[in-house]
């Protein structure tokens, strides 16, 4: 393998991403960043290296941000990332930068996809022919990305307009330090069968089940794979998610995010 495809996803966006990247790229092997989280180093030895992620709070996962500290790369490889968002990445690819430069690393090339938004706690799915149009776009961006990196051209990486960026830049540096405690809000109504998927597919092993409930340990990071993966629909975020239509990738499966 000469590539090296790292993703997180708790819906499938980034996962579907990642591979179908992989299939067109050639000769690439992708890997789940919440399975190699717990590795105090993660090392890699390929010559292109990918990130992909969907973006959080207007920036990157906190999981993202905690893997490319534990990166243990040198400094001649080929490095580009993907912030998949429902709405706007802002400054997502920016702070992907800032934190290789600190590794004394480069992020070569930077790419936004726009898919479906998962973040139920604010709005539902939307319609399935909107979803298949953002699909249908999304494979027309892999083919302009492949193009880029099959051929380590260095881009300047994308970003939202300058002014809102910096704005929503702001709103994550005081937002994201409450993401773990977040999980506050989460709550199981009486659907709830105690069938464990919740526990099963959140990738930071931030619930038990206590007398067959979830519980949440103060460590989320807001995915929303226990909200969106539950098959009888029964976890709630405060009120907000009652009524609101669940979003999950068409493409994969819970078995996907069951480690």
Known sequence: MTKTLFYFSATGNSLKVARDLAKELGDAEIKSIAKVINQNQIEVQTDIIGIIYPVYMFGMPLIVSDFIKKLKVTNDKYIFAI????????NSLKQTSSELNKKGLKLSSGFI???????????????????????LSQEKRIKEIV???????????????????WLFSFIYKLGSKQIPGMDKG????????????????CPVNNIDLVDRKPKWLNKCQQCLACLQWCPKEAIQYKKNTLSRKRYRNPSVKVNDFIA
Not at 113 to 135: C, H, R, V
């Open 147 to 165: 193009l880029v990196v099959n051929n380590k051209q260095v881009l300047a990486y994308e970003r939202g307009p300058i002014l809102i960026s």
């Open 83 to 90: 912030a998949t968002c429902g709405g706007m990445a802002a």
């Open 113 to 135: 996809i726009t898919l479906p938004g998962n973040y139920t706690p604010l709005y539902g799915a939307i319609s399935e022919e909107s979803q298949k149009k953002m699909f």
């Open 186 to 201: 989460f709550w199981a109504d009486d659907k709830c069968d105690g069938c464990g998927i919740c526990q099963k597919v």
